[in-house]
Every structure is written in C-alpha cells, then in structure tokens.
C-alpha cells in the first residue's frame, strides 16, 4: 500500500507541476494585469459554481459542466495570483477553503433539488448526493484537523480536483448519477483511509 500510495503522490505532484507552468502561471499573470487579485478570482469562482448549480437545478447538465470548468479554472488559479502578486496570507487560504467548500454543496444541492421535484423524483439520488456531500466534507475535514495537529493529512484519493473533474465530466455527458455514484461510494472509503493513515501517524 505504501508504494502504491507513493506513486499516486507522484503522479500528482507531476500532473500539478505541469498544470502550475502550463496554465496556472500564464492564467495567473493575464489576471493580474487586468486587475484581478486571489480573493476576486475565489469570489468568482464560487459565483460561477452557483451559477452551474442553478442549471443543474433545472435539469441543464450539459450546460452546468461546461459552467463548472471556468468554476474550477478561477479554483485552481487563485493560490498563483496570490504568489504572483507576493499577497499570500493566512485569510486568503481560509477564504479559499470556506468558498472550496460553499462551491461544492451548491453543485450537489443543484442535484439534490433536481431529483427532488416531483417530475424527477429519485430517492437513490437524493441519498447519493448526501452521502457525496459528507463524504467529501469528511475528506477535506480530516486534512484541515491532521494539519492542526501537525501532520500532512494527503493520503486517500478523491479529493477536491479529482471530485470536480468526476461531476463535470458526468455532467457534460448528461449522466449525474454516475458522478453521484462514484462519490458516494469513493469519498467516505477516501476519508475512511485518510483517518486510518493519520491514525497510525499519531502518536
């Protein structure tokens, strides 16, 4: 487990430092000329969340996953203007976490309204966007309080990036169940893990 966890921590680091020269830094400086600071682009970026959880709402899930990207693209990009502009800072970060947080309820809330009303009624999905909903809390969650212990707090899988790319891609293809599926059933074995590593990390 422990070589398998390795590798996927070097994957990621591969696929971030690539994202970081490719897109992020580019992005980043474009932004800053025209005036953007981080806690505008987090702001905007959970406005456009809300904004595709209100298509999603209504049944619009092509649309709500092509308004998901910007979302993601303003996520990724705020912590490169903050650098960019020397602006890093203790508020900046919990802005960003709260607004990380606040973006991915109003998505799964926009599905849980859907399959709500009486013309879609779907009690499973109902269950399977709370349960995604917890579980991706939980995840998050045990990070920010093993960090307040002292610890990393990374293990797992399905954390936020890879929880945006499931649901936008099972939007753009018309198939929210099946990104409320994996997300139920991956984020509460993703937070279990988590718990479990820190646990035995812990004195």
């Known amino acids: 487990m422990a070589e398998t966890e390795s590798g996927l921590q070097k994957l990621r680091r591969s ?4 994202i970081a020269r490719w897109f992020e830094e ?3 400086g474009a932004l800053v000329a025209l005036g953007f600071n981080a806690n505008a682009a987090t702001i905007a ?30 996520d990724m990009i705020d912590g490169a203007i903050a650098r960019r502009t020397n602006k890093v800072s203790d508020r900046g970060a919990l802005l960003d976490s709260t ?11 926009g599905l849980l309204i859907y399959y709500s009303s009486t013309n879609t009624f ?6 399977l966007a709370f349960v995604a909903f917890v579980g991706s809390i939980m995840v998050s969650y045990i990070r920010a309080r093993a960090e307040g212990l002292g610890y990393q707090g990374t293990s797992g899988f399905l ?5 945006v790319v499931i649901m936008t891609v099972a ?8 990104g409320l599926w994996i997300l139920a059933i991956g984020t509460p074995l993703s937070a279990f893990y988590r718990f479990w590593a820190e646990w035995r990390s812990a004195d």
């Open 45 to 74: 970026g959970f406005l456009i969340a809300v904004v595709a959880a209100g298509f999603a709402a209504t049944g619009q899930f092509l649309i709500a996953g092509l308004v998901s990207i910007p979302a993601a693209l303003f």
């Open 99 to 109: 607004f990380d947080r606040l973006s991915e309820a109003s998505l799964l809330l």
């Open 171 to 178: 939007l753009i293809i018309g198939q929210p169940i099946w």
């Open 15 to 18: 696929a971030r430092a690539a």
């Open 159 to 163: 954390t936020r990036p890879e929880r």
């Open 26 to 28: 580019p992005v980043s």
């Open 122 to 127: 779907r009690q499973d999905a109902i269950i």
